[in-house]
T-cell receptor, first 114, second 112 residues
Framework: SAVISQKPSRDICQRGTSLTIQCQVDSQVTMMFWYRQQPGQSLTLIATANQGSEATYESGFVIDKFPISRPNLTFSTLTVSNMSPEDSSIYLC???????????FGPGTRLLVL | GESVGLHLPTLSVQEGDNSIINCAYSNSASDYFIWYKQESGKGPQFIIDIRSNMDKRQGQRVTVLLNKTVKHLSLQIAATQPGDSAVYFCAERQGGSEKLVFGKGMKLTVNP
Protein backbone atom coordinates (compact mmCIF):
# COMPACT_ATOMS: atom_id res chain seq x y z
CA SER A 1 0.00 0.00 0.00
CA ALA A 2 0.97 3.68 0.19
CA VAL A 3 0.91 6.38 2.82
CA ILE A 4 -0.92 9.40 1.46
CA SER A 5 -1.33 12.74 3.18
CA GLN A 6 -3.42 15.73 2.25
CA LYS A 7 -3.26 19.35 3.32
CA PRO A 8 -5.34 21.00 4.57
CA SER A 9 -7.46 18.37 6.27
CA ARG A 10 -10.35 20.80 6.34
CA ASP A 11 -11.10 24.43 5.61
CA ILE A 12 -13.88 26.95 5.63
CA CYS A 13 -13.70 29.41 2.77
CA GLN A 14 -15.60 32.40 1.47
CA ARG A 15 -17.30 32.25 -1.88
CA GLY A 16 -15.27 33.65 -4.75
CA THR A 17 -11.95 32.61 -3.25
CA SER A 18 -9.72 29.70 -4.29
CA LEU A 19 -8.18 26.87 -2.29
CA THR A 20 -5.24 24.69 -3.23
CA ILE A 21 -5.19 21.17 -1.82
CA GLN A 22 -1.93 19.27 -1.61
CA CYS A 23 -1.46 15.53 -1.89
CA GLN A 24 1.79 13.82 -0.91
CA VAL A 25 2.56 10.11 -1.27
CA ASP A 26 5.45 8.24 0.32
CA SER A 27 6.53 6.47 -2.85
CA GLN A 28 6.90 7.37 -6.50
CA VAL A 29 3.76 6.75 -8.49
CA THR A 30 2.87 7.49 -12.07
CA MET A 31 -0.89 7.69 -11.60
CA MET A 32 -2.66 10.02 -9.24
CA PHE A 33 -6.35 10.84 -9.19
CA TRP A 34 -8.58 13.50 -7.69
CA TYR A 35 -12.11 12.72 -6.55
CA ARG A 36 -14.97 14.71 -5.12
CA GLN A 37 -17.37 13.31 -2.56
CA GLN A 38 -20.37 15.50 -1.96
CA PRO A 39 -22.10 15.25 1.43
CA GLY A 40 -23.64 11.84 1.95
CA GLN A 41 -22.77 10.70 -1.55
CA SER A 42 -20.34 8.50 -3.39
CA LEU A 43 -17.05 9.40 -5.04
CA THR A 44 -16.85 11.05 -8.43
CA LEU A 45 -13.62 11.23 -10.38
CA ILE A 46 -12.57 14.79 -11.22
CA ALA A 47 -9.40 14.10 -13.14
CA THR A 48 -6.44 11.83 -13.64
CA ALA A 49 -3.06 13.45 -13.03
CA ASN A 50 -0.22 11.44 -14.47
CA GLN A 51 3.29 12.79 -14.10
CA GLY A 52 4.68 14.08 -17.36
CA SER A 53 1.38 14.79 -19.02
CA GLU A 54 -1.55 17.16 -18.75
CA ALA A 55 -4.34 16.17 -16.41
CA THR A 56 -7.31 14.44 -18.00
CA TYR A 57 -10.66 15.75 -16.79
CA GLU A 58 -13.93 13.85 -16.56
CA SER A 59 -17.18 15.11 -18.00
CA GLY A 60 -18.50 17.99 -15.94
CA PHE A 61 -15.12 19.11 -14.67
CA VAL A 62 -12.94 21.71 -16.37
CA ILE A 63 -9.39 22.88 -15.95
CA ASP A 64 -10.33 26.50 -15.29
CA LYS A 65 -12.36 25.46 -12.26
CA PHE A 66 -10.09 22.65 -11.01
CA PRO A 67 -6.51 23.29 -12.16
CA ILE A 68 -4.15 20.47 -11.24
CA SER A 69 -0.40 20.35 -10.94
CA ARG A 70 1.77 17.23 -10.94
CA PRO A 71 5.35 18.44 -10.62
CA ASN A 72 6.91 15.11 -9.62
CA LEU A 73 6.14 11.47 -8.88
CA THR A 74 5.17 12.01 -5.22
CA PHE A 75 3.12 15.20 -5.22
CA SER A 76 0.07 16.81 -6.75
CA THR A 77 -2.18 19.78 -6.10
CA LEU A 78 -5.80 20.46 -6.89
CA THR A 79 -7.12 24.01 -6.83
CA VAL A 80 -10.80 24.73 -6.39
CA SER A 81 -11.23 28.10 -8.06
CA ASN A 82 -13.82 30.83 -7.58
CA MET A 83 -15.61 28.74 -5.00
CA SER A 84 -19.33 28.66 -4.40
CA PRO A 85 -21.32 26.83 -1.69
CA GLU A 86 -21.93 24.03 -4.21
CA ASP A 87 -18.22 23.24 -4.04
CA SER A 88 -18.59 22.17 -0.41
CA SER A 89 -17.39 18.58 -0.51
CA ILE A 90 -14.68 16.20 0.50
CA TYR A 91 -11.83 16.21 -2.00
CA LEU A 92 -9.77 13.05 -2.12
CA CYS A 93 -6.60 12.14 -3.89
CA UNK A 94 -5.72 8.58 -4.72
CA UNK A 95 -2.77 6.80 -6.24
CA UNK A 96 -2.26 3.63 -8.17
CA UNK A 97 1.05 2.05 -7.30
CA UNK A 98 3.08 1.12 -10.34
CA UNK A 99 3.30 -2.44 -8.98
CA UNK A 100 -0.37 -2.74 -8.08
CA UNK A 101 -3.72 -2.23 -9.74
CA UNK A 102 -5.52 -0.99 -6.65
CA UNK A 103 -6.14 2.69 -5.92
CA UNK A 104 -5.28 3.88 -2.43
CA PHE A 105 -6.85 7.00 -1.01
CA GLY A 106 -5.71 9.88 1.10
CA PRO A 107 -7.67 11.04 4.15
CA GLY A 108 -9.49 13.74 2.24
CA THR A 109 -9.88 17.50 2.54
CA ARG A 110 -13.20 18.67 3.91
CA LEU A 111 -14.18 21.94 2.35
CA LEU A 112 -17.04 24.17 3.41
CA VAL A 113 -17.78 27.23 1.32
CA LEU A 114 -19.89 29.95 2.87
CA GLY B 1 -24.36 4.37 -19.66
CA GLU B 2 -22.16 2.90 -17.00
CA SER B 3 -23.35 2.61 -13.45
CA VAL B 4 -22.60 0.77 -10.29
CA GLY B 5 -25.26 0.60 -7.63
CA LEU B 6 -25.99 -1.03 -4.33
CA HIS B 7 -29.16 -2.91 -3.51
CA LEU B 8 -29.36 -1.79 0.13
CA PRO B 9 -28.65 1.74 1.33
CA THR B 10 -28.45 0.79 5.03
CA LEU B 11 -27.85 -2.39 6.97
CA SER B 12 -28.03 -2.90 10.70
CA VAL B 13 -26.71 -6.11 12.21
CA GLN B 14 -25.92 -7.53 15.60
CA GLU B 15 -22.34 -8.04 16.67
CA GLY B 16 -21.23 -11.53 15.74
CA ASP B 17 -23.64 -11.88 12.84
CA ASN B 18 -22.48 -12.27 9.27
CA SER B 19 -23.10 -9.29 6.97
CA ILE B 20 -23.67 -9.33 3.24
CA ILE B 21 -23.43 -6.18 1.16
CA ASN B 22 -24.56 -6.39 -2.44
CA CYS B 23 -23.65 -4.38 -5.50
CA ALA B 24 -24.89 -4.42 -9.08
CA TYR B 25 -22.83 -3.19 -11.98
CA SER B 26 -23.87 -2.59 -15.55
CA ASN B 27 -20.66 -2.55 -17.58
CA SER B 28 -19.77 -5.99 -18.88
CA ALA B 29 -16.37 -4.62 -19.95
CA SER B 30 -15.32 -4.11 -16.33
CA ASP B 31 -12.44 -6.40 -15.45
CA TYR B 32 -11.60 -5.46 -11.88
CA PHE B 33 -13.65 -4.74 -8.79
CA ILE B 34 -12.79 -3.31 -5.40
CA TRP B 35 -14.55 -2.96 -2.09
CA TYR B 36 -13.72 0.04 0.07
CA LYS B 37 -14.63 0.87 3.64
CA GLN B 38 -15.02 4.50 4.66
CA GLU B 39 -15.23 5.40 8.31
CA SER B 40 -16.54 8.75 9.40
CA GLY B 41 -14.03 11.52 8.74
CA LYS B 42 -11.63 9.29 6.83
CA GLY B 43 -10.79 8.41 3.26
CA PRO B 44 -11.86 5.12 1.68
CA GLN B 45 -9.81 2.16 2.85
CA PHE B 46 -9.12 -0.78 0.55
CA ILE B 47 -10.71 -4.01 1.79
CA ILE B 48 -10.48 -6.58 -0.96
CA ASP B 49 -10.44 -6.80 -4.73
CA ILE B 50 -11.28 -9.36 -7.37
CA ARG B 51 -10.48 -9.73 -11.03
CA SER B 52 -13.14 -10.64 -13.54
CA ASN B 53 -11.54 -14.03 -14.19
CA MET B 54 -12.36 -15.08 -10.63
CA ASP B 55 -15.66 -15.91 -8.90
CA LYS B 56 -14.56 -15.70 -5.31
CA ARG B 57 -11.77 -14.30 -3.22
CA GLN B 58 -11.25 -14.50 0.50
CA GLY B 59 -9.46 -12.27 2.93
CA GLN B 60 -9.41 -11.99 6.66
CA ARG B 61 -13.09 -12.27 7.70
CA VAL B 62 -14.16 -10.98 4.29
CA THR B 63 -15.15 -12.73 1.09
CA VAL B 64 -15.99 -11.15 -2.24
CA LEU B 65 -18.17 -13.00 -4.72
CA LEU B 66 -18.49 -12.05 -8.36
CA ASN B 67 -21.30 -13.25 -10.59
CA LYS B 68 -20.59 -12.00 -14.08
CA THR B 69 -23.71 -13.59 -15.53
CA VAL B 70 -25.96 -11.22 -13.61
CA LYS B 71 -23.34 -8.51 -13.05
CA HIS B 72 -23.47 -8.82 -9.30
CA LEU B 73 -20.82 -8.33 -6.64
CA SER B 74 -21.12 -9.02 -2.95
CA LEU B 75 -19.03 -8.52 0.14
CA GLN B 76 -19.47 -10.92 3.01
CA ILE B 77 -18.16 -10.01 6.45
CA ALA B 78 -17.95 -12.83 8.94
CA ALA B 79 -18.52 -12.32 12.67
CA THR B 80 -19.23 -8.61 12.23
CA GLN B 81 -17.69 -6.38 14.87
CA PRO B 82 -18.54 -2.82 15.99
CA GLY B 83 -15.36 -1.69 14.23
CA ASP B 84 -16.89 -2.79 10.96
CA SER B 85 -19.44 0.02 11.20
CA ALA B 86 -18.79 2.24 8.20
CA VAL B 87 -19.97 3.05 4.71
CA TYR B 88 -18.98 0.46 2.16
CA PHE B 89 -18.46 1.23 -1.52
CA CYS B 90 -18.01 -1.09 -4.45
CA ALA B 91 -16.06 0.17 -7.42
CA GLU B 92 -15.50 -1.19 -10.89
CA ARG B 93 -12.79 -0.55 -13.40
CA GLN B 94 -13.42 -0.91 -17.08
CA GLY B 95 -10.99 -2.96 -19.06
CA GLY B 96 -8.32 -0.79 -20.62
CA SER B 97 -9.00 2.14 -18.31
CA GLU B 98 -7.72 3.18 -14.91
CA LYS B 99 -10.94 4.98 -14.08
CA LEU B 100 -12.91 3.65 -11.13
CA VAL B 101 -16.68 4.02 -11.06
CA PHE B 102 -18.08 3.91 -7.56
CA GLY B 103 -21.40 2.66 -6.32
CA LYS B 104 -23.64 4.76 -4.12
CA GLY B 105 -22.43 3.35 -0.81
CA MET B 106 -24.11 1.39 1.94
CA LYS B 107 -23.94 2.20 5.61
CA LEU B 108 -23.35 -0.74 7.90
CA THR B 109 -24.19 -0.35 11.56
CA VAL B 110 -23.13 -3.06 13.99
CA ASN B 111 -25.03 -3.13 17.25
CA PRO B 112 -23.20 -4.49 20.31
Amino acid sequence: SAVISQKPSRDICQRGTSLTIQCQVDSQVTMMFWYRQQPGQSLTLIATANQGSEATYESGFVIDKFPISRPNLTFSTLTVSNMSPEDSSIYLCSVRLDSDRTQYFGPGTRLLVL
Amino acid sequence: GESVGLHLPTLSVQEGDNSIINCAYSNSASDYFIWYKQESGKGPQFIIDIRSNMDKRQGQRVTVLLNKTVKHLSLQIAATQPGDSAVYFCAERQGGSEKLVFGKGMKLTVNP
